[in-house]
């Protein structure tokens, strides 16, 4: 694993190195570096979401590729990815900090200013993205006991003292990160917050961090914090998610074969926060409000996600009566049951990706 300090992302001026000659009749790749911080609790799924990353960008119906930008990129998707679709299993929690950093590569229509008698014309697009995937213990309160410190249930060797100090350095590494993105992924998992309520607990620590990093050396324009937030709602084809989208109102189906359903695009927001009202045992209330307070409105987009997606049977098809694509066993480990379907996995980097195109400055 990367040691965090290691992490250095190419400056955003860099000069060029030596180009190839170019064809001045073929549209050139529009390049484009974005960094991506990834935000979540413990368990809400941070590994799993960059696992299958590679899964819903080939499931994707657009011309998109992903790879690495360094072998130890590569290996990750190699070996996460191997995990979830041929082991089907679900990739052990983060205990280190990881930085990773791929390029994603598509194309997109751009205008031409009507040269060559073409008001538009297809291009290639790479984003260049730069992800730090971090223990969700990092992000816990000091008011939780025991969880400020806390990396997977190993404390590395160190005493208790030598620990804290650890986690604290990186936690710092951490928000230094989260406040040069461009945007953040936040993943909200509904499943733990139903059953231990602390998703505001890891949230607002590192919310009052990273504005203090953020309004400190970075500076805004005005009281709210630059970057563009995708917020995740994980677990979507848990059963107690799924059932609480159904009953609300808010699915709709894909126009595929499968019929896999989402969350509508214009209601994931009002589906999140429901979930947060009607948290029982915590306060993710807040987690909405903060969200509304520190970020600018038109910067926020809300998405219902599911790492592995529902499960399809023999029929390839999604059936109510047979959807969930876990299983468990009676020691308590759990096994993906078919076939790895992602559902908005890729869809929240594609749009952070997409928010502040070149040609649109």
Not at 313 to 329: H, P
Request: hydrophobic share 35%.
């Amino acid at each position: 694993m990367t040691n965090p300090s290691q992490f250095s992302p190419p400056p955003r001026n860099a000069a060029p190195g030596p180009q190839a000659p170019q064809n001045p009749n073929v549209a050139q790749p529009v390049r484009e570096m974005r960094r991506i911080g990834l935000w979540g609790a413990p368990e809400s799924g941070k590994t799993t979401f960059l696992a299958a990353l590679q899964v819903a960008v080939l499931r994707n119906a657009g011309d998109w590729m992903l790879y690495g930008v360094n072998e130890e990129s590569n290996d990750f998707l190699d070996t996460q990815t191997g995990m979830l679709t041929q082991h089907r299993r679900f990739p052990a929690a983060t205990k280190f900090s990881n930085a990773l950093s791929w390029t994603l590569r598509g194309s997109t229509t751009q205008p031409t200013g009507k040269r060559f008698g073409k008001k538009s014309q297809v291009v290639p697009v790479e984003f260049n993205i730069d992800l730090l995937d971090s223990p969700g213990a990092v992000h816990a309160s000091k008011a939780v006991p025991g969880e400020a410190m806390a990396s997977g249930g190993d404390n590395l060797g160190f005493g208790d003292e030598q620990e804290e100090q650890h986690t604290e350095v990186e936690e710092d590494q951490i928000i230094e990160h989260l406040a040069g993105c461009d945007g953040i992924v936040y993943l909200f998992d509904p499943t733990r917050e139903r059953r231990q309520g602390d998703s505001y607990s890891y949230f607002h620590r590192t919310l009052l961090k990273l504005s203090r990093q953020v309004f400190r050396d970075r500076g805004s324009a005005d009281a709210k914090l630059p970057q563009h937030l995708a917020v995740c709602v994980t677990k979507f084809d848990a059963p107690e998610v799924y059932r609480q989208a159904r009953v609300g109102g808010y699915l709709t189906y894909d126009d595929t074969p499968q019929m896999l359903p989402r969350v509508r695009e214009d209601s994931a927001g009002h589906f999140f926060a429901e979930l947060c009202k009607n948290s029982k045992v915590g306060n993710a209330d807040l987690v909405l409000s903060s969200i509304q307070k520190y970020f600018h409105p038109e910067r926020v987009r809300y998405f219902a996600t599911s790492a592995v997606g529902f499960y399809l049977g023999e029929a390839d098809r999604f059936t109510e009566n047979d959807y969930w694509n876990i299983s468990k066993s009676a020691d308590g480990s759990v096994e993906i049951r078919g076939k790895v379907w992602p559902i908005n996995v890729v869809e929240p980097v594609l749009w952070l990706g997409r928010e502040m195109p070149p040609w649109s400055r």
